[in-house]
């Protein structure tokens, strides 16, 4: 497979997975988000998409970058991707855990998980590529944050 064609299998199967985990938030959006107590700095309802099509596609154009490393570097290469595998798994669980289940203390116990495991794929992509590297970095800062919200969420509702 030529190299933007892995990007471009990569980007679609980020986004899907984005999309996928958007219909379980869809219907908690309107009913049961809206009675939660929610931090100060909570931002509004309409960001969330923009922000998270751009960094799908920026984890799928990273993952793509080192993909087409796995001629120069087999067993690095598979580690990130199992570790991208793992991360971006994680990342459709927290939605199901804070949207489906309404179960905000999993929630935030997961996306800690999720921000540990996204940091280390970082780490194994920027040995391969730097630029695949320096692409997960606005995703870490995002997932950062949403952490934050998070478990403020789930402190303000204990």
């Not at 990007?7 to 379980?24: F, R």
């Not at 931002?43 to 990273?62: E, R």
């Not at 690095?76 to 855990?97: E, I, M, R």
Request: net charge positive; proline share 4%; glycine share 4%.
């Amino acid at each position: 497979m030529n190299k933007y064609l892995k990007i471009a299998a990569l980007v679609t199967i980020c986004l899907a997975v984005g999309y996928l985990s958007s219909i379980v938030t869809q219907s908690s959006i309107t009913t049961w988000y809206p009675t939660l107590e929610k931090p100060i700095f909570n931002p509004p309802n309409w960001i969330f998409a923009p922000v998270w099509t751009l960094l799908y596609i920026l984890m799928g154009i990273s993952a793509g970058l080192v993909w087409n490393k796995l001629n120069t570097n087999t067993e690095l290469v598979k580690k990130g991707l199992l570790f991208f595998v793992v991360q971006l798994a994680l990342n459709a669980l927290w939605s199901y855990l804070f949207f489906g289940l309404s179960n905000l203390l999993l929630a935030s116990i997961e996306i800690l998980l999720l921000l540990l495991i996204i940091f280390e794929t970082y780490l194994i992509f920027r040995k391969i590529d730097k630029d695949a590297g320096l692409m997960l970095i606005p995703y870490i800062i995002w997932v950062s944050f949403a952490s934050v919200l998070t478990i403020s969420i789930y402190t303000l509702n204990f």
